[in-house]
């Protein structure tokens, strides 16, 4: 269990920045930037928290 979090917060930072940095370059304001890219990456830890627990059969 303790790895599919791990995993998760791989993800999760993978996703995080570079999508941050794209919507910022986009010249999207600072403030929406962040909020968008915190939906996507959170969306990305929970998805791949779930597949992992369901993959070792813990949940």
């Not at 979090?5 to 403030?31: D, Q, T």
């Not at 930037?33 to 993959?55: H, N």
């Amino acid at each position: 269990m303790i790895s599919s979090f791990g995993a998760g917060e791989i993800i999760y930072l993978a996703v995080r920045w570079p999508s941050l940095y794209y919507f910022l370059e986009m010249s999207i304001e600072p403030f929406i930037a962040s909020l968008i890219s915190e939906i996507i990456a959170t969306t990305c830890y929970m998805t791949s928290v779930t597949i992992f627990l369901r993959k070792t059969k813990t949940f």
